[in-house]
């Protein structure tokens, strides 16, 4: 059985994140022959903030993140980098400290990558956490054909998608199709936690 590096294994955080995200976005970025003022006009982020990304010098906001991953037809995950899963048998386990996490630098907000195999089956799970009193932004559209659904763990969560508003209690599930810009807001004075699973049709 052959070991795997200790150090190699362990996912990315603090300004390691940053490295390997900004690492991740230029090597897309280049496969894909775009300068970085193509990729600032697909994206509508600034070409002095994407070159500080690709350097590592600046964490995105979720937003901003979200951006460069669409506009680079990838996955936010695929940008934050997935640990070496450990395999056995017919199992895949990832376990919980080998977790990348994207944490948005201000406003708190935290996304948990918890799939052992993200993209198995055209899917992959997520665990958001909100602080008190705060909002993701509206996200852009992802590509026809994505879909969302999500429970919510603890606190209260408020949706909003094509002008439509939902509140959601803890307990609650919510299924959108999310080809419109969407965002999710905690309104609340308490933390809050979902589970979200976006899968995407072929």
Avoid: W
Wanted: charged share 20%; with cysteine; hydrophobic share 40%.
């Amino acid at each position: 059985m052959v070991e795997q590096d200790a150090t190699a294994a362990q996912p990315p955080h603090g300004d390691d994140l940053a490295g390997a995200f900004g690492g991740n976005v230029r090597r897309r970025r280049e496969e894909a022959g775009l300068t970085l003022e193509q990729l600032s006009t697909r994206s509508s982020v600034s070409r002095a903030m994407l070159s500080k990304v690709e350097r590592g010098e600046k964490s995105p906001t979720i937003g901003v993140a979200s951006r460069i991953a669409h506009a680079l037809d990838a996955s936010l995950s695929d940008l934050i980098g997935a640990p070496a899963a450990a395999a056995s048998g017919v199992a895949i386990v990832m376990r919980k400290d080998d977790r990348p996490v994207f944490r948005d630098p201000e406003t708190g907000f935290e996304r948990h990558m918890v799939s052992a195999a993200p993209g198995a089956a055209g899917a992959e799970m997520v665990v958001h956490h909100l602080p008190a009193q705060v909002s993701t932004g509206l996200l852009p559209a992802y590509p026809a054909g994505t879909e969302k659904q999500l429970v919510v763990l603890a606190g209260t969560l408020t949706v909003a998608i094509g002008g439509i508003i939902e509140t959601l209690d803890t307990g609650d599930s919510l299924f959108l199709q999310a080809d419109a810009d969407h965002g999710f807001a905690n309104r609340t004075d308490a933390p809050c936690e979902y589970i979200m699973v976006i899968s995407r049709r072929t």
